[in-house]
């Protein structure tokens, strides 16, 4: 009886070339995928490795920590990444307006306070009857003590411009210090402004006040209530960005110097811009 010889089906065999290739292909589009994910701060650092371990010489090495590699914290020739940049001030913005907001808390002011988030940066909305007497511009012995208090937490604020900006509603008003709305908001401003300088310590070159009157209200002047609210003082912390619009800004300068105080007299007549 001869032995029966087997043949081995391989018609199907191509399935584990196609196989093979599908799982390299998925494998590329997952290493593409990754690689797409790059944190631009990483690889500015890593970029920068790159060329020092070259001979670039237009990066400085810093040696960091002794337990470590060397840290690269300055690379001139490059600029920041717009976008790590605009994320951290926003996260900064988001910390300061926190702080402020638990100093309100604690004053008791949270229906008379605002604290916002706009597109030039962060405004702390004050209403008139926190701060001063209906047509005074003197500020009452116990708003001192609060804008003393949201003045520390612009103390600690980095190099940030800060406009004082008084408003008044469009009820008219005619004495002899105040001619008019203008005057009356302007006052109020340099008021607050005095406060920040003379008894804070906020340098003068990082602060500045003006006074709208009645041109720039929150809500029409239709019921008293609105009126309410657009009688009211705004300290506004600026955006970066806005800060290079402010006249006479050349470069970002610490907000606490301690030639404040000494530089708030006579600067005093020209911070109304």
Not at 3 to 9: I, W
Not at 10 to 19: D, P, Q, S
Not at 160 to 188: C, M, W, Y
């Amino acid at each position: 009886m001869s032995k029966v010889k087997t043949v081995k089906d391989n018609a199907e065999r191509w399935l584990l070339t196609y196989a093979d290739l599908m799982n390299l292909l998925l494998i590329l589009f997952i290493l593409l995928y990754t690689m797409s994910k790059i944190d631009i701060a990483r690889y500015q650092t890593v970029a920068a490795s790159l060329r020092a371990a070259f001979g670039d010489a237009s990066t400085n090495q810093v040696i960091g920590d002794a337990g470590g590699a060397p840290a690269l914290i300055n690379i001139e020739g490059q600029n920041p990444s717009p976008v790590v940049e605009a994320q951290m001030e926003e996260q900064q913005m988001e910390e300061i307006r926190e702080n402020i907001s638990e100093v309100i808390n604690k004053e008791g002011l949270s229906g008379n306070v605002d604290v916002t988030v706009e597109e030039r940066g962060i405004v702390i909305s004050i209403e008139e009857k926190v701060l001063f007497k209906s047509g005074s511009a003197d500020l009452e012995p116990d708003s001192r003590l609060t804008i003393e208090k949201i003045g520390k937490v612009l103390l600690a604020v980095p190099g940030k411009q800060i406009r004082v900006e008084g408003h008044t509603d469009n009820v008219p008003i005619s004495t002899s210090r105040f001619p008019d709305n203008q005057e009356l908001s302007t006052a109020r401003a340099n008021s607050v402004w005095r406060i920040l300088v003379n008894n804070v310590g906020i340098s003068p070159k990082n602060l500045s006040a003006t006074g709208y009157g009645e041109y720039r209200p929150k809500k029409p002047n239709d019921t008293e209530e609105n009126r309410a609210q657009n009688r009211r003082v705004d300290i506004a912390i600026l955006k970066d960005i806005f800060d290079k619009s402010e006249s006479g800004v050349e470069s970002v300068t610490p907000v606490n110097e301690s030639a404040a105080a000494g530089e708030a007299q006579a600067t005093e007549e020209t911070t109304i811009r």
